[in-house]
């Protein structure tokens, strides 16, 4: 540990007065870049943009993970960015210097059979109406895509306050989407099904004037955490071997959907997707099932 490094960690220790484990991030990271200086023959305070982009790239090519390349390089923004307020080096040899991009994980959705078993899963000995209303919800996020924000938003009837509501005979729900966008999916026969058993039970548990399609045991419009928690109950009661997520079933929706379809641009707007961008990432998760069914089936996928 350098003298400067020292200094710097105490600086966060008292002034800022961060968290032991932050600094012991910090510490680890500047200890990273105190020893390349050293191995490069250059003193810390004389450090140039193109060593840092050396030293990076040197991490991230040793095995550290972009996350952790970012991490290393905040450490030493910070260190210099203090260095310059003491007028100890005359410029952040790190500004500009970016971090390896992370890739991006997969959407993880669910198989057809589990998605399937969630919806039609009925709980014995539970409350019946709030049994016919998580089930009416799962059908919406998994058989019609909605978000769950979509599904909280809804009311029991169309108004010029709704952000949205069902049209039953239509079959469709109209939504407030992301970015104040409105759009209208179809409802299938399942969900409108579900709809229907709900709907006469919703009236002996919502509050007087109380607008929301979904309520809880107060009467009051159901949160997107009290779904999340009924949800995740639910999944592990059917026997799905998944932690389930509101979002996972909308997941599910587009690649089951696309899998069967493979019309992207229909799956777009179902989803409400401004740039076809963010849904062709669904198009790779058709390709891995595609994948594992060649692995399990084809002769000639197997190595002897």
């Known amino acids: 540990m350098t003298p400067l490094v020292e200094r710097y960690l105490t600086h966060l220790r008292v002034e800022r007065r961060l968290a032991a484990r932050t600094l012991a991030t910090y510490e680890e990271a500047l200890l990273r870049l105190a020893r390349r200086a050293g191995e490069t023959g250059v003193e810390m305070t004389q450090v140039q943009p193109q060593h840092v982009r050396r030293w990076a790239a040197q991490l ?7 996350r952790s390349v970012a991490l290393a390089l905040s450490a030493w923004r910070g260190l210099y960015r203090w260095l310059g307020r003491n007028g100890e080096v005359a410029l952040n040899p790190v500004d500009g210097v970016r ?4 890739a991006k994980p997969l959407p993880k ?17 539970a409350d019946p109406a709030l049994e016919a209303r998580d089930a009416c919800i799962v059908e919406l996020l998994y058989g019609s895509g909605l978000r769950i ?3 909280v938003g ?13 049209d039953l005979q239509g079959g469709e729900a109209h939504v407030l989407g992301k970015g104040s966008k409105r759009r209208s999916v179809p409802v299938g026969s399942a969900a409108r099904d579900a709809m229907q058993a709900w ?18 045991s107060h009467g009051t419009r159901l949160t997107p955490s009290q779904i999340r928690s009924r949800l995740k109950t639910r999944a592990v009661r059917a026997g799905i071997p998944s932690h389930v997520h509101p979002h996972m079933l909308r997941h599910s929706f587009a690649s089951h959907l696309l899998q069967s379809s493979g019309d992207l641009r ?3 707007e179902l989803l409400g997707h401004a740039n076809i961008a963010t849904t062709q990432v669904y198009t790779k998760l058709d390709f891995q099932h595609l994948a594992k069914v060649y692995d399990a089936a084809h002769p000639r996928a197997k190595r002897r």
């Open 60 to 66: 991230h090519a040793g095995g550290l993970s972009p």
């Open 266 to 268: 229909a799956v777009q």
């Open 199 to 216: 709907l006469p039970l919703r009236s002996a548990l919502a509050k007087v004037d109380q607008p929301a399609l979904f309520v809880g």
């Open 149 to 151: 924000a979509e599904v």
């Open 99 to 102: 971090a390896p991009k992370a």
């Open 109 to 125: 959705a669910l198989s057809v059979d589990h998605s399937v078993a969630l919806a039609e899963y009925r709980g014995s000995g």
């Open 154 to 166: 809804l009311d029991v009837q169309a108004s010029g306050e709704a952000r949205g509501w069902i």
